[in-house]
């Protein structure tokens, strides 16, 4: 059985430019959610996907968006890049609502320069 | 206040000690409860979860809820020096029907020397 994957493992860009990054959840998981995570802190909220919809978003500008696709696959767009946004991205796949048990995967880390 | 805080450290234990590790919520409305470890350069890594007062024992980890003073705490016996790394506590409001979020604390790093 298949973990949360990630794509792709690393990436640099530029300030300005735009990115895409990719998760497809555990296999049974409905929900994605995605963290980014600075050099020494723990992992932030940007949103969570359900449905095809974005259902909770954290404290992050417009620059950053989503999708969720109808196999539950999901993508994370940052456009006008900052050197701030250089962090390893996370994403999560749950099924359990109750729980919000949260399982990650591998992450894609992201050099802006 | 930060909603979520974990002891500072880093943390230094020998290898066969107890490691004690603590977290404190501010959100009484939350649900569910979890240690995550995290290796160097690697993502975060599910090792306990509790969703109600008391103990939970898994293997040598064991972990404390007390709701009431909004207090959590994971406890690794008979440590070994793979136990090192960082450990994240996280907190979920979710519950029901409703759309739940994480919120880590900042993180503990764990180092067992032999």
């Known amino acids: 059985d298949a973990g949360v994957t990630q794509s792709p493992t690393h990436l640099i860009k530029t300030r300005g430019q735009q990115v895409t990054l990719r998760c497809s959840p555990k296999?049974?998981?409905?929900?994605v959610s995605w963290y980014q995570q600075a050099l020494g802190q723990g992992p932030q909220f940007i949103f969570q996907?359900?449905?095809?919809?974005?259902?909770q978003r954290g404290n992050f500008p417009d620059r950053f968006s989503g999708h969720q696709f109808p196999n539950y696959s999901s993508e994370l767009n940052v456009n006008a890049l900052l050197l701030g946004d250089s962090a390893l991205y996370l994403c999560?796949?749950?099924?359990?609502?109750?729980?919000?048990?949260?399982?990650f995967g591998p992450g894609t880390r992201l050099t802006v320069l | 206040q930060k909603e979520v805080e974990q002891n500072s450290g880093p943390l230094s234990v020998p290898e066969g000690a107890i490691a004690s590790l603590n977290c404190t919520y501010s959100?009484?409305?939350?649900?569910?409860f979890f240690w995550y470890r995290q290796y160097s350069g690697k993502s975060p890594e599910l090792i306990m979860s509790i969703y109600s007062n008391g103990d939970k024992e898994d293997g040598r980890f064991t972990a404390q809820l007390n709701k009431a003073s909004q207090y959590v705490s994971l406890l690794i016996r008979d440590s070994q020096p793979s136990d090192s790394a960082t450990y994240l506590c996280a907190v979920s409001n979710a519950g029901g029907t409703s759309y739940g979020k994480l919120t880590f604390g900042q993180g503990t790093i764990l180092t067992v020397h032999p």
């Open positions: 959100d009484r409305g939350s649900q569910s």
């Open positions: 996907y359900y449905e095809e919809e974005e259902r």
């Open positions: 296999s049974g998981h409905d929900t």
């Open positions: 999560a796949s749950s099924w359990d609502r109750v729980t919000d048990t949260q399982y």
